[in-house]
């Protein structure tokens, strides 16, 4: 199959450093390649895929301090999709909604991952104007504020089994958070939970422009008093170890989380992961089995003694069986053949009608001639 995936630019594929989308996009690309799919991967230059690789953007837009407008670029990479989208059976778009309206002729063949929140209110009179695009959620929560939208499945993340190994005889017996500080990744929440509950916590994240007043304001003031470390943006490499040797996962937001990629890092791990009752989160941890789900930071303290008595291998089991990238992968196969299927019915029922309209034809044809024949 000749498939096109079409990534954000804001990083790359993979990120270097903090990036889920870029993130999801490589781990499918590169299964889907070693399933034997024709791949191009549209993407910045500084990408590593094994697949086709398009560049374009010189490098990620948040690495690059000369851009200040995302838009200009990701419409330059439309239109090289745009060029070769005759090439592809499908073009699959991680993009947003930015595409519907050059691909919407072409929806047949076109299918868009949401990956952000879909409850804010700008985005759905563009949803309803776009009603006939195909889509898929990456949880059945992110899509309950879209009612009456081309949903066509969820399919939830995967990682590559061997990307973190697990650690299940021990652990460096602290609480980890991993991701963004934000107001809706409630940081602060963490480090309540982790001083309540008399455990040591690592704090391993990102802070984006927009949030260093409530960095510098906020959270970092919380962070005196001992017991609290700030490491900072971690990649890959680090973060399997980060994730590996901690007690616990804590997730502890306050917004309908889309999914969540640090969860299932984490089980990677066979680390369990405690987590606010919001957004994804009841679909992703299985309470009691791979974390807990709390709703509140009284509850959270009081479950971290059955957290961390959770069984570290039934973990890693439990993402094997439900987040590899081989089951992301073959999710998104058999929606792309669906839609070929959808898409090649049409087509067939128009080359029969051609061809039996031929038959006719010639038929009428040879019935003439032999009555001009008879006639003679």
């Given at each position: 199959m000749r498939i096109a995936q079409i990534a954000p630019l804001f990083e790359s594929v993979p990120p270097r450093l903090y990036g889920g989308t870029e993130r999801v996009v490589a781990y499918l690309t590169e299964e889907l390649v070693r399933q034997g799919h024709q791949v191009t991967l549209f993407a910045s230059e500084d990408s590593i895929t094994s697949a086709e690789l398009v560049p374009c953007t010189p490098r990620a837009l948040r690495l690059d301090p000369d851009v200040r407008d995302a838009l200009p670029h990701h419409m330059i990479m439309l239109d090289k999709v745009r060029e070769r989208a005759d090439e592809f059976d499908v073009l699959h778009f991680h993009v947003d909604y930015l595409h519907f309206p050059l691909f919407r002729c072409e929806r047949s063949r076109t299918l868009t991952t949401l990956h952000g929140r879909q409850d804010l209110a700008d985005h759905m009179p563009f949803y309803r104007r776009f009603s006939d695009m195909p889509l898929v959620s990456i949880s059945n929560a992110q899509r309950a504020p879209l009612p009456g939208v081309n949903f066509v499945d969820t399919v939830y993340h995967g990682l590559p089994v061997g990307l973190h190994m697990p650690s299940l005889d021990r652990h460096g017996g602290y609480l980890a958070f991993l991701g963004r500080i934000s107001p809706e990744k409630r940081p602060d929440r963490a480090i309540a939970i982790a001083r309540a509950a008399g455990r040591p916590l690592k704090i391993a994240a990102k802070v984006d422009k927009a949030d260093d007043a409530y960095f510098r304001d906020f959270i970092a003031p919380m962070l005196d008093g001992g017991g609290i470390e700030f490491i900072g943006e971690i990649n890959d490499n680090a973060k399997g170890e980060f994730l590996g040797q901690a007690a616990g996962l804590l997730f502890p937001i306050d917004w309908p989380e889309p999914f969540g990629l640090v969860m299932i890092e984490a089980m990677a791990c066979g680390t369990p992961v405690l987590a606010f009752r919001c957004g994804s989160v009841p679909e992703i941890v299985e309470d009691g089995l791979t974390g807990r789900i709390v709703s509140d930071v009284d509850e959270a303290v009081r479950a971290v003694p059955e957290l961390l008595a959770l069984d570290r291998k039934a973990i890693r089991v439990r993402f094997e069986e439900r987040f590899s990238a081989t089951r992301m992968a073959a999710d998104y196969v058999k929606i792309y053949q669906?839609?070929?299927?959808?898409?090649?019915?049409?087509?067939?029922?128009?080359?029969?009608?051609?061809?039996?309209?031929?038959?006719?034809?010639?038929?009428?044809?040879?019935?003439?001639?032999?009555?001009?024949?008879?006639?003679?």
């Open positions: 669906k839609m070929l299927r959808k898409h090649a019915a049409p087509q067939l029922e128009l080359s029969a009608m051609a061809a039996l309209s031929a038959a006719a034809n010639a038929h009428g044809s040879e019935a003439s001639v032999a009555s001009a024949r008879k006639d003679n």
